[in-house]
């Protein structure tokens, strides 16, 4: 499986981007999809995850802001942010987790996208 993301970019506080992740090699119906955020001279966070047993999961900074969604048909995770802050300032990374057995913990990330919010 491979990952990639797609979607960053620069907006204003206040603003929205959406950043999408597309999986390749494999369906991602088995895996769970995460985001994750690392800001400069920080460790990486995670920030939301949507399992593929449909539930999610959200960071309390981004929650009220940001949705994760996921559309196995296309192979496609998602990461809409909203009332976007200078501290949401981060690259931010597509993580797939498989979560059936057979690839229960094999891990995947993204090569990352950078998210830059200016006040």
């Known amino acids: 499986l491979m990952v990639k993301e797609s979607g960053g970019g620069l907006a204003h506080a206040g603003g929205s981007l959406r950043l999408a992740c597309v999986g390749s090699g494999d369906t991602l119906d088995a895996y769970d999809i995460g985001w994750f955020r690392q800001a400069p001279r920080k460790e990486r966070e995670g920030v939301a995850c949507?399992?593929?047993?449909?539930?999610?999961w959200y960071k309390d900074s981004v929650k009220g802001r940001f949705i994760i969604s996921r559309d196995d048909a296309k192979n496609m995770g998602y990461l809409q942010m909203n009332s976007l802050k200078p501290e949401d300032t981060a690259v931010y990374y597509c993580?797939?987790?498989?979560?059936?057995?057979?690839?229960?913990?094999?891990?995947?990330w993204g090569q990352g996208t950078q998210v830059t919010v200016g006040s």
């Open positions: 949507a399992r593929s047993d449909g539930t999610t």
């Open positions: 993580n797939a987790r498989g979560s059936h057995i057979g690839i229960l913990g094999s891990d995947y």
